[in-house]
């Protein structure tokens, strides 16, 4: 059992910056685990916003955060980042960590809430105008 704990998030002024956490525990991971970060805001489904290869040798974006944020991770603390920054009020929702164990993530899922096997309990992050 994997277990994901997100922590970092709060109440920033939009044009602001937040870096939230992914600490992960449970489980050896092999370079193949891929890491992702979701959200969710106020009556919206779950969206893809960033994932990372346990390797770091991929990463992959949703068009609507590139060049503002950035996912990585350190292999020594088993921990997940994203730091976000030039933050707009369309960015507040629930951030969820995500982990998919079971096998290499394919290209055509990795932004599919199904193809991950484990979730954190999420992050608030609420960016004001």
């Known amino acids: 059992q994997v277990q994901l704990v997100e922590s970092g998030g709060g109440l920033v002024q939009a044009g602001g910056s937040l870096r939230v956490s992914c600490a992960a525990s449970?489980?050896?991971?092999?370079?193949?685990?891929?890491m992702g970060w979701f959200r969710q805001g106020p009556g919206k489904e779950r969206e893809f916003v960033a994932g990372i290869s346990w390797s770091g040798s991929r990463t992959d974006y949703t068009d609507s955060v590139k060049g503002r944020f950035t996912i990585s991770r350190d292999s020594t603390k088993d921990t997940v980042y994203l730091q976000m920054n030039s933050l707009k009020p369309e960015d507040t929702a629930v951030y969820y960590c995500?982990?998919?164990?079971?096998?290499?993530?394919?290209?055509?899922?990795?932004?599919?809430?199904?193809?991950?096997?484990?979730w954190g309990q999420g992050t608030q992050v609420t960016v004001s105008s």
């Open positions: 995500a982990a998919r164990f079971r096998d290499p993530i394919s290209r055509v899922e990795f932004n599919i809430t199904t193809a991950y096997d484990y």
């Open positions: 449970g489980r050896t991971f092999f370079n193949y685990v891929y």
